[in-house]
């Protein structure tokens, strides 16, 4: 089993910045896609960004890229979300999500190949 625990949302201003931080447990996340995923109220769980296992290659929503730029640190069993130039249509809750990569062919785009996903942190962005 791995756990999953997000940090680092909050409230900020249109324009700024802020940097989201998922620590994992349980199992080393090396080889493990991992993923971010948003979810506004009333609208439906959307993909951000992910990274696949083992580090290599990244794939940012067209809403996002640009703007916001994915890592991990396998050392720390974390991964990042860097976020700048913040709109109010980023206000969302924030999840991280983690599968075990076993094919390069799986849509890391897909929340339904997860197995594992935090419990969120909201993000507010105010004009």
């Known amino acids: 089993q791995v756990q999953l625990v997000e940090s680092g949302g909050g409230l900020v201003q249109a324009g700024g910045s802020l940097r989201l931080s998922c620590a994992a447990s349980?199992?080393?996340?090396?080889?493990?896609?991992m993923g971010w995923f948003r979810q506004a109220p009333g609208k439906e769980r959307e993909f951000v960004a992910a990274i696949r296992g083992s580090g290599t290659g990244t794939i940012h929503a067209d809403s996002v890229k640009g703007r916001f730029t994915i890592s991990r640190d396998n050392a720390k069993n974390t991964l990042y979300l860097q976020m700048n130039s913040l709109k109010p249509e980023d206000t969302a809750v924030y999840y991280c999500?983690?599968?075990?990569?076993?094919?390069?062919?799986?849509?890391?785009?897909?929340?339904?190949?997860?197995?594992?996903w935090g419990q969120g942190t909201q993000v507010t962005v105010s004009l």
């Open positions: 999500a983690a599968f075990p990569q076993r094919s390069v062919l799986v849509d890391v785009t897909s929340p339904r190949n997860y197995d594992y």
């Open positions: 349980g199992r080393t996340i090396s080889s493990y896609a």
